[in-house]
């Protein structure tokens, strides 16, 4: 049974960091490319972050840059989120996904296009408030 399962969400406070964590199952979790989605309220949910399958290269949407980081770990199947001076806009529920399959390793890039990810976790809250 596939599963993706976000942790690592919560009350953070402006300025402060937290680190979301996606663990896999069921899937061949490093011939995957993972992205990170978010939900505001009352919005439509957008992409944040991406990784790809092949070499790890990220994409990342321009509200999120430069303070956002993904990363992956094939060897725990898990991919992280680590968000650094959060905002309140940063305010959500996130969700991670997987998109693939691609069974050379050889996609280098990634794309934050819903429609593309083939598996989704059920999302976690993040609350930026002092």
């Known amino acids: 049974q596939v599963q993706l399962v976000e942790s690592g969400g919560g009350l953070v406070q402006p300025g402060g960091s937290l680190r979301l964590s996606c663990a896999a199952s069921g899937f061949n979790f490093p011939h995957y490319i993972i992205g990170w989605f978010r939900q505001a309220p009352g919005k439509e949910r957008e992409g944040v972050s991406c990784i790809s399958s092949g070499d790890s290269s990220t994409y990342y949407g321009d509200s999120v840059k430069g303070r956002f980081t993904v990363s992956r770990d094939n060897a725990k199947n898990t991919s992280y989120l680590q968000i650094d001076s959060p905002k309140s806009e940063d305010t959500g529920i996130y969700y991670c996904?997987?998109?693939?399959?691609?069974?050379?390793?050889?996609?280098?890039?990634?794309?934050?296009?819903?429609?593309?990810?083939?598996?989704w976790g059920r999302g976690i809250q993040v609350t930026v408030s002092s």
């Open positions: 996904a997987a998109e693939g399959p691609d069974p050379l390793l050889l996609v280098r890039q990634c794309w934050l296009i819903q429609g593309r990810y083939d598996y």
